[in-house]
Protein backbone atom coordinates (compact mmCIF):
# COMPACT_ATOMS: atom_id res chain seq x y z
CA UNK A 1 0.00 0.00 0.00
CA UNK A 2 2.95 2.16 -0.25
CA UNK A 3 2.99 5.70 -1.68
CA UNK A 4 -1.33 5.29 -2.68
CA UNK A 5 -3.92 5.53 -0.22
CA UNK A 6 -7.00 2.48 -1.58
CA UNK A 7 -10.31 2.81 -0.10
CA UNK A 8 -11.93 -0.23 1.13
CA UNK A 9 -12.85 -1.76 4.14
CA UNK A 10 -10.82 -1.45 7.08
CA UNK A 11 -10.65 -3.70 9.98
CA UNK A 12 -8.61 -2.75 13.29
CA UNK A 13 -7.52 -6.54 14.17
CA UNK A 14 -7.38 -9.88 12.40
CA UNK A 15 -8.20 -11.99 14.82
CA UNK A 16 -10.88 -14.50 15.27
CA UNK A 17 -14.30 -12.45 14.61
CA UNK A 18 -12.23 -10.56 11.35
CA UNK A 19 -11.28 -14.00 10.08
CA UNK A 20 -14.69 -15.25 10.50
CA UNK A 21 -16.58 -12.10 8.84
CA UNK A 22 -14.15 -12.37 6.13
CA UNK A 23 -14.48 -15.89 5.51
CA UNK A 24 -18.39 -15.02 5.14
CA UNK A 25 -17.94 -11.96 2.81
CA UNK A 26 -15.27 -14.17 0.51
CA UNK A 27 -17.90 -17.10 0.61
CA UNK A 28 -20.85 -13.78 -0.59
CA UNK A 29 -17.85 -13.13 -3.40
CA UNK A 30 -17.38 -9.81 -1.93
CA UNK A 31 -15.42 -8.28 -4.34
CA UNK A 32 -14.59 -4.81 -3.08
CA UNK A 33 -11.09 -3.98 -1.22
CA UNK A 34 -10.63 -5.15 2.34
CA UNK A 35 -7.62 -3.72 4.20
CA UNK A 36 -6.57 -5.06 7.56
CA UNK A 37 -4.43 -3.54 10.25
CA UNK A 38 -2.78 -5.81 12.96
CA UNK A 39 0.07 -5.29 15.16
CA UNK A 40 1.33 -9.13 14.68
CA UNK A 41 2.78 -9.08 10.84
CA UNK A 42 2.58 -12.70 10.40
CA UNK A 43 -1.41 -12.85 11.56
CA UNK A 44 -1.33 -10.13 8.79
CA UNK A 45 0.50 -12.17 5.90
CA UNK A 46 -1.87 -15.67 6.77
CA UNK A 47 -5.01 -13.34 5.98
CA UNK A 48 -3.34 -11.98 3.26
CA UNK A 49 -2.38 -15.34 1.54
CA UNK A 50 -5.98 -17.20 2.83
CA UNK A 51 -8.44 -14.15 1.68
CA UNK A 52 -6.46 -11.48 -0.45
CA UNK A 53 -6.91 -9.10 1.41
CA UNK A 54 -4.50 -5.57 1.28
CA UNK A 55 -2.32 -5.39 5.18
CA UNK A 56 -1.71 -2.26 6.55
CA UNK A 57 0.79 -2.39 8.84
CA UNK A 58 0.91 1.51 10.20
CA UNK A 59 -2.43 2.17 11.86
CA UNK A 60 -2.78 5.39 10.41
CA UNK A 61 -2.40 4.90 7.15
CA UNK A 62 -5.16 2.10 7.59
CA UNK A 63 -7.32 4.52 8.79
CA UNK A 64 -6.93 6.92 5.89
CA UNK A 65 -7.86 3.89 3.55
CA UNK A 66 -11.01 3.36 5.27
CA UNK A 67 -14.47 3.89 3.74
CA UNK A 68 -15.74 2.23 6.19
CA UNK A 69 -13.64 1.13 9.52
CA UNK A 70 -14.58 -1.53 11.45
CA UNK A 71 -12.87 -1.94 15.36
CA UNK A 72 -12.54 -5.75 15.86
CA UNK A 73 -9.96 -5.63 18.72
CA UNK A 74 -10.74 -7.28 22.44
CA UNK A 75 -12.86 -4.92 24.54
CA UNK A 76 -10.06 -3.87 26.94
CA UNK A 77 -7.79 -2.66 23.63
CA UNK A 78 -10.74 0.01 22.26
CA UNK A 79 -9.43 2.59 24.75
CA UNK A 80 -5.92 2.41 23.73
CA UNK A 81 -6.50 2.09 20.00
CA UNK A 82 -8.80 4.74 19.78
CA UNK A 83 -6.75 6.85 21.97
CA UNK A 84 -3.39 5.88 19.25
CA UNK A 85 -5.90 6.84 16.67
CA UNK A 86 -7.05 10.23 18.28
CA UNK A 87 -3.35 11.79 17.50
CA UNK A 88 -3.96 11.99 14.09
CA UNK A 89 -6.01 14.63 12.81
CA UNK A 90 -9.16 12.61 10.78
CA UNK A 91 -10.05 15.02 8.20
CA UNK A 92 -12.76 13.31 6.32
CA UNK A 93 -16.41 12.38 7.33
CA UNK A 94 -15.47 8.49 8.95
CA UNK A 95 -18.02 5.72 9.42
CA UNK A 96 -16.99 3.30 12.49
CA UNK A 97 -18.37 0.28 13.38
CA UNK A 98 -17.31 -1.20 16.93
CA UNK A 99 -17.64 -4.97 17.26
CA UNK A 100 -16.26 -4.71 21.02
CA UNK A 101 -18.79 -6.61 23.51
CA UNK A 102 -20.04 -4.13 26.08
CA UNK A 103 -18.41 -0.54 25.09
CA UNK A 104 -21.26 1.71 24.70
CA UNK A 105 -21.71 4.36 21.81
CA UNK A 106 -20.88 6.87 24.53
CA UNK A 107 -17.15 5.98 25.01
CA UNK A 108 -16.49 5.29 21.29
CA UNK A 109 -17.21 9.13 20.45
CA UNK A 110 -15.26 10.24 23.49
CA UNK A 111 -12.44 8.33 22.48
CA UNK A 112 -12.07 10.12 18.95
CA UNK A 113 -14.26 12.25 18.64
CA UNK A 114 -15.74 14.06 15.26
CA UNK A 115 -16.00 13.69 12.57
CA UNK A 116 -16.56 9.75 13.45
CA UNK A 117 -19.76 8.45 12.77
CA UNK A 118 -20.17 5.17 14.80
CA UNK A 119 -22.39 2.12 15.00
CA UNK A 120 -22.29 -1.15 17.16
CA UNK A 121 -22.32 -4.57 15.65
CA UNK A 122 -22.42 -7.38 17.20
CA UNK A 123 -21.74 -10.53 14.60
CA UNK A 124 -22.11 -14.13 15.26
CA UNK A 125 -18.92 -15.96 14.52
CA UNK A 126 -20.88 -18.46 12.70
CA UNK A 127 -21.22 -15.72 9.92
CA UNK A 128 -18.08 -17.57 8.46
CA UNK A 129 -20.80 -19.71 6.91
CA UNK A 130 -23.14 -17.34 5.64
CA UNK A 131 -25.57 -18.06 8.21
CA UNK A 132 -24.72 -15.53 10.97
CA UNK A 133 -27.06 -13.02 12.75
CA UNK A 134 -25.48 -9.55 13.78
CA UNK A 135 -27.04 -6.83 16.04
CA UNK A 136 -26.41 -3.25 15.16
CA UNK A 137 -27.56 0.01 16.96
CA UNK A 138 -26.10 3.32 15.41
CA UNK A 139 -25.42 6.74 17.19
CA UNK A 140 -27.70 9.69 16.26
CA UNK A 141 -25.32 11.15 13.32
CA UNK A 142 -26.13 8.28 11.32
CA UNK A 143 -27.59 9.34 8.23
CA UNK A 144 -29.95 6.64 5.77
CA UNK A 145 -27.56 6.16 3.72
CA UNK A 146 -24.73 5.70 6.37
CA UNK A 147 -27.09 2.96 7.96
CA UNK A 148 -28.26 1.47 4.64
CA UNK A 149 -23.86 0.80 4.09
CA UNK A 150 -23.86 -1.09 7.26
CA UNK A 151 -26.49 -3.16 7.41
CA UNK A 152 -25.64 -3.99 3.75
CA UNK A 153 -22.11 -5.64 5.41
CA UNK A 154 -23.09 -7.68 7.57
CA UNK A 155 -26.66 -8.62 5.35
CA UNK A 156 -23.68 -10.75 3.52
CA UNK A 157 -23.14 -12.69 5.84
CA UNK A 158 -26.05 -13.52 7.11
CA UNK A 159 -29.66 -11.81 9.44
CA UNK A 160 -29.36 -8.79 10.32
CA UNK A 161 -31.60 -6.60 12.94
CA UNK A 162 -31.22 -3.22 14.67
CA UNK A 163 -31.98 -2.83 18.23
CA UNK A 164 -31.55 -0.15 21.06
CA UNK A 165 -28.18 0.17 22.94
CA UNK A 166 -30.09 -0.52 26.12
CA UNK A 167 -30.46 -3.97 25.00
CA UNK A 168 -27.04 -4.79 23.24
CA UNK A 169 -25.41 -6.54 26.28
CA UNK A 170 -28.56 -8.81 26.64
CA UNK A 171 -28.55 -9.96 23.08
CA UNK A 172 -24.96 -10.48 23.37
CA UNK A 173 -24.78 -12.65 26.13
CA UNK A 174 -27.70 -14.65 24.50
CA UNK A 175 -27.08 -14.71 20.87
CA UNK A 176 -23.65 -16.56 21.39
CA UNK A 177 -23.04 -19.67 19.27
CA UNK A 178 -21.41 -20.68 22.43
CA UNK A 179 -24.41 -21.67 23.84
CA UNK A 180 -25.03 -24.38 21.09
CA UNK A 181 -21.57 -25.76 21.37
CA UNK A 182 -21.27 -25.95 25.11
CA UNK A 183 -24.80 -27.70 25.14
CA UNK A 184 -23.82 -30.01 22.51
CA UNK A 185 -20.79 -31.07 24.36
CA UNK A 186 -21.96 -31.08 27.75
CA UNK A 187 -25.02 -33.55 26.13
CA UNK A 188 -21.69 -35.99 24.01
CA UNK A 189 -20.47 -36.45 27.59
CA UNK A 190 -23.37 -37.32 29.52
CA UNK A 191 -24.38 -39.66 26.71
CA UNK A 192 -20.80 -41.32 27.27
CA UNK A 193 -21.19 -41.48 31.02
CA UNK A 194 -24.15 -43.05 30.65
CA UNK A 195 -22.73 -46.00 28.29
CA UNK A 196 -23.31 -44.51 24.74
CA UNK A 197 -20.26 -44.85 22.76
CA UNK A 198 -18.40 -41.25 21.71
CA UNK A 199 -19.30 -41.99 17.69
CA UNK A 200 -23.56 -42.57 17.82
CA UNK A 201 -23.09 -39.71 21.66
CA UNK A 202 -22.22 -37.21 18.65
CA UNK A 203 -24.81 -38.05 16.41
CA UNK A 204 -27.56 -38.27 18.82
CA UNK A 205 -26.59 -34.85 20.73
CA UNK A 206 -25.98 -32.83 17.08
CA UNK A 207 -29.70 -34.62 16.38
CA UNK A 208 -31.32 -33.30 19.41
CA UNK A 209 -29.72 -29.50 18.81
CA UNK A 210 -29.10 -28.72 15.67
CA UNK A 211 -32.16 -30.86 13.73
CA UNK A 212 -34.48 -30.31 16.46
CA UNK A 213 -34.01 -26.64 16.34
CA UNK A 214 -33.83 -26.50 12.70
CA UNK A 215 -37.16 -28.03 11.84
CA UNK A 216 -38.33 -25.84 14.43
CA UNK A 217 -37.05 -22.48 12.70
CA UNK A 218 -37.78 -23.66 9.53
CA UNK A 219 -41.41 -25.14 10.28
CA UNK A 220 -44.60 -23.58 11.23
CA UNK A 221 -45.26 -25.48 14.48
CA UNK A 222 -45.11 -23.46 17.74
CA UNK A 223 -42.48 -24.47 19.85
CA UNK A 224 -45.03 -25.39 23.03
CA UNK A 225 -46.36 -27.93 20.60
CA UNK A 226 -43.09 -29.34 19.93
CA UNK A 227 -41.98 -29.76 23.28
CA UNK A 228 -45.69 -31.59 24.10
CA UNK A 229 -44.76 -34.05 21.13
CA UNK A 230 -41.10 -34.59 21.92
CA UNK A 231 -42.14 -35.59 25.59
CA UNK A 232 -45.06 -37.76 25.70
CA UNK A 233 -46.03 -38.08 29.38
CA UNK A 234 -44.85 -40.66 31.54
CA UNK A 235 -41.98 -40.93 28.33
CA UNK A 236 -38.25 -40.88 28.88
CA UNK A 237 -37.97 -37.56 27.40
CA UNK A 238 -40.62 -35.91 29.78
CA UNK A 239 -38.26 -37.90 32.83
CA UNK A 240 -35.35 -35.66 31.34
CA UNK A 241 -36.69 -32.55 31.29
CA UNK A 242 -38.40 -32.83 34.48
CA UNK A 243 -35.01 -34.04 36.00
CA UNK A 244 -32.96 -30.64 34.53
CA UNK A 245 -35.81 -28.64 35.42
CA UNK A 246 -35.62 -29.73 39.00
CA UNK A 247 -31.83 -29.27 38.99
CA UNK A 248 -32.37 -25.56 38.39
CA UNK A 249 -31.41 -25.71 34.36
CA UNK A 250 -33.39 -22.42 33.49
CA UNK A 251 -31.98 -21.12 37.03
CA UNK A 252 -28.63 -21.80 36.14
CA UNK A 253 -29.20 -20.38 32.31
CA UNK A 254 -29.99 -17.05 34.17
CA UNK A 255 -27.21 -17.03 36.03
CA UNK A 256 -24.69 -17.17 32.82
CA UNK A 257 -26.34 -14.82 31.44
CA UNK A 258 -26.28 -12.39 34.13
CA UNK A 259 -22.49 -13.20 34.33
CA UNK A 260 -22.05 -12.09 31.07
CA UNK A 261 -24.06 -8.93 31.79
CA UNK A 262 -21.28 -8.45 34.49
CA UNK A 263 -18.34 -8.68 32.16
CA UNK A 264 -19.71 -6.23 29.44
CA UNK A 265 -20.39 -3.40 32.41
CA UNK A 266 -16.87 -4.19 33.12
CA UNK A 267 -16.01 -3.52 29.56
CA UNK A 268 -17.57 -0.45 29.61
CA UNK A 269 -15.57 0.81 32.12
CA UNK A 270 -12.66 0.30 30.07
Not at 96 to 116: D, M
Not at 141 to 150: D, L, N
Not at 241 to 253: E, P, R, S, V
Request: aromatic share 4%; proline share 3%; glycine share 10%.
Amino acid sequence: MRGIVVKGIVFLGGGRITTALLSGMRLAKFGEPIIVHDRHARKLQQLKRKYGVIVEEDLHRAVESAGLLIIAVRPDSVGGLLKEIGRHEIRQKLTAVSLAAGVPLSKLRAGVGTPVRWARAMPSPVCRSGRGLTALTFGREFSSAARVEVRNLFAMVGQVLEIPEKQFDAFTVTFSSSHGYHAVAGLIAAAEAIGLDRKNARLAAAHALADGIMAWREGDVPLDELLEEAATPGGTAAAVMAALDAAGYKKILEQGLRAGITQARKNARI
